[in-house]
């Protein structure tokens, strides 16, 4: 008899048989060695060959037999193996006496049990132990680049104050003069500054067995801190209005665009910038570079001829962005519809008291809430040197 045409059982019964057959074999070879040892001689290589394969046979009939029980444990024991509903249906004694004595009203039934399905409130349904694929890591808000601070001079500043001296006019009656003549005089106008640096800072509270158990969120909360004060550094650089705890920003202090007699009316935004850097140029500061907001560099870079050409842009290449030979910063912190034209490089400065920096403590009852405090914070100054040299304006040109 084949093993296709033997039953569930005889199969079980003969794997068994052979199960507890190898045992035997094992043990044998197991009191041979045993004797051996005790005549104080090693096992022959055969004998051991013999052991191994032994081994091997009795662990392969033993994994055998576990699948059969298993298999039988599933079925609901017997020689029953796994059939589709419908196999069960048509060999059950109710559809073969229904198939024997059809007539009117008969009926044939039979009480299947529920597959396991990952439906949630039905036989069989495991819907509430099917949990969701999780991704590790925690996925970060996207972040502005910041550009603002990288087109400013860097400074360093021990104390709060800061003092610098600011020319605001000067008179130049330089002229030609004649041997033991009075020289023409020239004047010179200075203003004292004073300012003095301010701090920006925010924080978090966590329980520590949050900064503990979740490996990402230090670093996460760190660079939060980070990046919030990146962002409003960048606002307080160009709108700050010097109240209160406010830098006075670039753009207050910037003067606006008027365009210097003799120059040609600008008929476009590209002109208009031109225009700008000139007026940056005859306050003897020249423009480093133009901030605009994204929105209004797109507008630029879609502008086209008369015969549809794009006029600075090439949709098929990466050329760095700029007009007239000056980089463009596109950043979302300037206003859109307005642009700055300046002497970055020369006109500003930035002076740090403390670089941005994280800390923890404990503050109230954080110690027994066990929760700790992270603290960002920095303390800048920004200094104005030349107003002048900062043009701010609109980009649409006035009609008529």
């Known amino acids: 008899m084949s093993e296709q045409t033997k039953s569930a059982a005889e199969l079980a019964a003969e794997t068994k048989a052979a199960f507890d057959k190898s045992i035997d074999a094992v043990k044998a070879l197991a009191e041979e060695a045993k004797s051996e040892a005790a005549k104080g001689r090693d096992l022959s290589a055969s004998t051991k060959e013999k052991a191994d394969e032994a081994l091997m046979t009795m662990n392969g009939l033993k994994a055998r037999l576990d699948e059969m029980e298993q298999k039988a444990d599933r079925m609901g024991g017997g020689d029953t193996e796994a059939r589709s509903i419908g196999d069960r249906f048509t060999e059950s004694d109710e559809f073969k006496h229904f198939q024997a004595n059809q007539r009117q009203g008969s009926a044939a039934s039979v009480s299947m049990k529920a597959d396991l399905t990952t439906s949630t409130g039905v036989a069989g349904g495991m819907g509430a132990a099917v949990h969701s694929t999780h991704i590790p890591g ?95 550094e960048e606002q307080q650089l160009l709108f700050g209005d010097g109240t209160g705890e406010n830098l006075l920003g670039i753009i207050p202090q910037a003067t606006a665009y008027a365009a210097p007699t003799g120059a040609t009316a600008p008929t476009t935004t590209i002109d208009k910038l031109r225009v700008a850097m000139l007026q940056a140029v005859l306050a003897e500061y020249p423009a480093s570079a133009t901030v605009l907001n994204p929105i209004d560099w797109t507008n630029i870079e879609l502008t086209k001829d008369t015969a549809g050409w794009y006029l600075i842009a090439n949709p098929q290449g990466s050329t760095a962005k700029s007009l007239w030979n000056l980089p463009v910063v596109d950043t979302p912190a300037m206003t859109v519809g307005k642009f700055l034209t300046g002497a970055f490089d020369m006109g500003a400065q930035i002076f740090d008291q403390w670089a941005a920096r994280i800390e923890t403590g404990f503050q109230n009852d954080d110690f027994t809430r066990n929760k700790v405090t992270v603290l960002g914070e920095e303390r800048l100054a920004l200094a104005v040197y030349r107003p002048e040299s900062f043009i701010y304006g609109d980009t649409a040109i006035a009609a008529g």
């Open 138 to 232: 925690i996925q970060a808000l996207p972040q502005r680049r910041m550009t603002i601070r990288n087109l400013l001079m860097p400074g360093r500043t021990d104390g709060p104050m800061l003092d610098y001296d600011r020319e605001t006019g000067f008179t130049n009656n330089a002229g030609m003069a004649e041997e033991g003549s009075l020289k023409q005089q020239s004047d010179i106008s200075i203003e004292e500054v004073s300012t003095r640096t301010k701090v920006i800072a925010h924080w978090f509270r966590v329980s520590k067995q949050t900064l503990s158990d979740v490996a990402q969120i230090r670093s996460i909360i760190d660079n939060r801190l980070l990046y919030g004060l990146a962002m409003k």
